[in-house]
Nanobody, 123 residues
Framework: QVQLVESGGGLVQAGGSLRLSCAAS????????MGWFRQAPGKEREFVAA????????YYADSVKGRFTISRDNAKNTVYLQMNSLNPEDTAIYYC????????????????WGQGTQVTVSS
């Protein structure tokens, strides 16, 4: 069982940056693939980024590639999402998720989810 708590969301102007954090409980955090997803109003939840347990394999959605960076600190049971050059299209609730499976961009493969943190980018 893994419990996830996101933090770091907020209101930022276009072009600005935010860093999201996701703190995980449980001694097996280091064995999970961790992912970030987001859901904008009226839209389906979409994949943002994922990182495997060793950080050796990282994958980004095309919409955030070059602007967002996912990282993890297994000693701190925490995964991060550094978001730069934000634009209004990035406005959404951002969710952290954990999967037992190898790298995946599919939400259904993630068994554990946080409650989400709101990111709002003003133009």
């Amino acid at each position: 069982q893994v419990q996830l708590v996101e933090s770091g969301g907020g209101l930022v102007q276009a072009g600005g940056s935010l860093r999201l954090s996701c703190a995980a409980s449980g001694r097996t955090f280091s064995s999970y693939t961790m992912g970030w997803f987001r859901q904008a109003p009226g839209k389906e939840r979409e994949f943002v980024a994922a990182i495997i347990w060793s950080s050796a394999n990282i994958y980004y959605a095309d919409s955030v590639k070059g602007r967002f960076t996912i990282s993890r600190d297994n000693a701190k049971n925490t995964v991060y999402l550094q978001m730069n050059s934000l634009n209004p299209e990035d406005t959404a609730i951002y969710y952290c998720a954990a999967a037992r499976s190898p790298m995946s961009t599919v939400a259904a493969n993630y068994a554990y989810w946080g409650q989400g943190t709101q990111v709002t980018v003003s133009s």
